[in-house]
């Protein structure tokens, strides 16, 4: 399973920081990294099409097997032709294997050296996923790349718990990598460990001894303080190769994309930019912006102006502003299509950045105008939190 050289392809490096910029050839097409994949659970992210996505530039999305397993179930997506076919995106798409939607059903699921028995949180019918199970599942759906069964606890799990969940991962890393077919997916391996640097080395060792095509840092953006989780990811990273991809799961607010790429980090994902949209915070480079404030009742240009996205090309801040005041659902599409044109504008001038080797003068401008207010911090806290939620334990092992 080893990746040939042509598949990842490093292009530049940054002097002074971890940055670097990267062709990944996957099945439906080649990616350039840094890469933000924004989340489509359920075969859709909320409120918009694909064709919205097209223009925004996104070039690659995360949908959940969990999810697509319980509804619609992937027989249904097979028999579609896969899930590109059934959503009619034709670009990447990557798989998370589930596993982390299973841990956080904390009382209704129960782990075991075979795999995880849970029960729907759709209608409480009773379920089971083993590494080959997800493989199985992944590869029905069809996705580029596919995630390895993991075990997942909350960053603030005891130190015990860690060190279970990490021997759990390293063991289904082994099964998933045999049951897992030659067929052009790239399965990648994930690395646990929660907030202790030992384990995460550990976890690495343990998990790139496989040669797994890329690698993931899972765990993480659980509610822990961001300086914790910055110290992790470095820990974690020195001991990831230098040659293959690797991906923060779950990271994906704009300072923190700017950061990660600064240490090394290829791909992100995360909710956050379409949830906060469907919520009036829109992304500017000075900040996010509270658009249900009266302030913008009045405001006739766009919520940022010289931006080129949809929303800011044909509709002012007032108008916006009147959307969600009125509860008009046009507000969630026009919100979701700004936060994320913002997203991959913000990659693609990191990427120049790194390219022109100027990224630090970059991290530097950019961390400087882009202002988080304590309402920032707060909805953020709330998501971690929302991440992490009922992750305190694992039921006993039959």
């Not at 409120?47 to 690659?60: F, K, N, Q």
């Not at 904390?106 to 080959?132: M, Y």
């Not at 993480?220 to 923060?248: F, N």
Request: with cysteine; proline share 5%; charged share 25%.
């Amino acid at each position: 399973m080893a990746m040939a050289d042509s598949l990842f392809k490093i292009t530049h490096h940054c002097d002074g920081t971890g940055a670097r910029v990267a062709g990944l050839a996957l099945l439906h097409g080649k990616v350039t990294t840094p890469i933000f994949l924004p989340v489509g659970t359920q075969a859709t992210v909320k409120s918009l099409d694909t064709a919205d996505l097209e223009r925004i530039g996104v070039r690659m999305l995360l949908c959940n097997a969990y999810h697509l397993y319980l509804r619609p179930g992937i027989g249904v997506i097979a028999k579609a032709g896969g899930l590109h076919s059934f959503m009619k995106w034709p670009r990447p798409i990557l798989t998370d294997s589930g596993g982390y939607q299973v841990f956080s059903l904390s009382s209704f699921r129960k782990l075991k050296e075979d795999g995880v028995v849970f029960r729907s949180h759709i209608d409480g019918s009773e379920h089971s996923i083993t590494p080959e199970s997800s493989m199985e599942m992944q590869e029905g759906l069809g996705a580029d790349i596919i995630m390895a069964l993991d075990v997942c606890p909350g960053s603030d799990a005891a130190r015990d718990k860690q060190v279970e969940a990490m021997a759990y991962t390293a063991r289904w890393a082994v099964r998933c990598r045999e049951a897992h077919r030659d067929n052009g997916q790239l399965l990648f391996g994930i690395i646990q460990g929660g907030t202790y640097p030992d384990l995460r080395r550990e976890s690495a060792q343990q998990v790139t001894a496989l040669d797994f095509p890329g690698y993931a840092i899972g765990g993480l953006s659980l509610g822990e303080p961001k300086t914790t989780m910055w110290e992790i990811v470095e820990a974690t990273v020195q001991h990831m190769p230098a040659g293959k991809p690797r991906y923060l799961m779950g990271v994906g607010s704009p300072e923190d994309i700017v950061e990660g790429i600064s240490r090394g980090i290829d791909i992100f994902d995360s909710a956050l930019p379409t949830r906060v949209a469907r919520n009036g915070a829109l992304y500017t480079i000075a900040g996010r912006r509270n658009i249900r404030r009266a302030d913008f009742r009045e405001d006739m240009s766009p919520v940022e102006p010289g931006c080129g996205c949809y929303t800011c090309g044909n509709y002012s801040a007032a108008y916006l502003h009147h959307l969600f005041r009125s509860e008009e659902l046009l507000a969630y599409r026009l919100a979701t299509i700004h936060n994320l044109y913002f997203m991959q504008q913000l990659i693609e001038q990191a990427r120049a950045a790194i390219a022109e080797n100027t990224f630090p003068q970059f991290r530097s401008s950019f961390l400087e105008t882009y202002k988080t207010t304590d309402e920032d911090k707060r909805i953020e806290q709330k998501t971690a939190a929302l991440r992490g939620k009922k992750r305190e334990d694992f039921p006993a092992i039959d």
